[in-house]
């Protein structure tokens, strides 16, 4: 997305996979932090690991600190692409995500 079309929103959520412990959305977040740090973000990894393990905490401390304090995170089970039997994202894995936004003036 380009920083214009950035400029106009008071809140953003970013979302992505994680890989190896790395997220490709922190690049995103670091190459748009000028433009998005003064809004509402939300940042939502989608991975295999629980996101109480180390694998996970790993990914979300590679996030630099000053954007980390000012992002809400979450995160939350996924699958491996070549699982066919692990079925669709489930509603229950997204409701926390919805309560803090619907409760927090987004």
Do not use: C, H
């Not at 995103?28 to 973000?41: A, C, G, Q, T």
């Not at 393990?53 to 980390?68: C, L, W």
């Not at 996924?78 to 619907?102: C, P, Q």
């Amino acid at each position: 997305m380009r920083d214009e079309e950035l400029k106009g929103y008071d809140s953003v959520i970013v979302m992505s996979g994680t890989y190896a412990a790395g997220m490709p959305l922190i690049d995103f977040l670091k190459s748009k932090w000028e433009v998005i740090k003064d809004k509402n973000v939300v940042v939502v990894a989608v991975g295999i690991a629980p996101e109480n393990v180390p694998y996970s905490q790993r990914s979300y401390e590679k996030i630099p600190a000053y954007i980390r304090e000012r992002i809400k995170y979450f995160k939350i089970p996924g699958k491996m692409g070549f699982i066919k039997t692990a079925g669709e994202v489930k509603k229950e894995n997204l409701d926390r995500i919805i309560e803090y936004i619907r409760n927090s003036g987004f």
